[in-house]
């Protein structure tokens, strides 16, 4: 079976407002993590002739890698990020939920620090953990900005 990035999505089309209420509902974050890896095992993993040095994300404790896929004709950039680690894959998915299939703009406009505030995701992880992530967000972040450019 061929890898195919523009059909990745998770579930039902889970949007980053369904994960901020889901996680708003849990009421400890023990549960919370067991959703965020629950999330990342939704995720397909991306073949090994993706998982390139040019793909690496650099600054996460975990390896990820990241791919991405432009549609001019849509205006929409479409995003796969596997890691090593099922916590980083939950975390990706969550980003994923925010920024997959939008446009260029979108991304660069969307307010990542904001949601992750909404969700206080980000006191509840490593620091390391932490700067993984917003490597993970500024990876995709310059992809877009090359785009709109």
Same mark, same amino acid.
């Given at each position: 079976?061929?890898?195919?990035?523009?059909?990745?999505?998770?579930?039902?089309?889970?949007?980053?407002?369904?994960? =901020?209420?889901?996680?708003?509902?849990?009421?400890?974050?023990?549960?919370?993590?067991?959703?965020?890896?629950?999330?990342?095992?939704?995720?397909?993993?991306?073949?090994?002739?993706?998982?390139?040095?040019?793909?690496?994300?650099?600054?996460?404790?975990?390896?990820?890698?990241?791919?991405?896929?432009?549609?001019?004709?849509?205006?929409?950039?479409?995003?796969?990020?596997?890691?090593?680690?099922?916590?980083?894959?939950?975390?990706?998915?969550?980003?994923?939920?925010?920024?997959?299939?939008?446009?260029?703009? =979108?991304?660069?406009?969307?307010?990542?620090?904001?949601?992750?505030?909404?969700?206080?995701?980000?006191?509840?992880?490593?620091?390391?953990?932490?700067?993984?992530?917003?490597?993970?967000? =500024?990876?995709?972040?310059?992809?877009?900005?090359?785009?709109?450019?």
């Amino acid at each position: 079976m061929q890898f195919d990035i523009r059909s990745i999505k998770l579930g039902q089309d889970v949007t980053a407002g369904d994960i =901020a209420e889901d996680l708003e509902f849990l009421d400890d974050w023990e549960e919370r993590y067991r959703y965020i890896i629950d999330l990342g095992k939704q995720l397909p993993g991306l073949p090994d002739e993706l998982k390139t040095e040019d793909r690496f994300v650099r600054g996460c404790q975990s390896q990820v890698w990241l791919e991405t896929d432009y549609d001019a004709d849509a205006n929409t950039l479409y995003l796969a990020v596997d890691s090593d680690a099922l916590i980083v894959k939950g975390l990706a998915a969550i980003v994923l939920s925010a920024l997959n299939q939008q446009s260029p703009q =979108a991304i660069h406009d969307y307010d990542m620090d904001g949601f992750f505030e909404r969700i206080d995701l980000l006191s509840h992880l490593s620091p390391t953990r932490g700067n993984g992530l917003r490597a993970m967000v =500024a990876k995709i972040k310059h992809q877009a900005e090359q785009l709109v450019a």
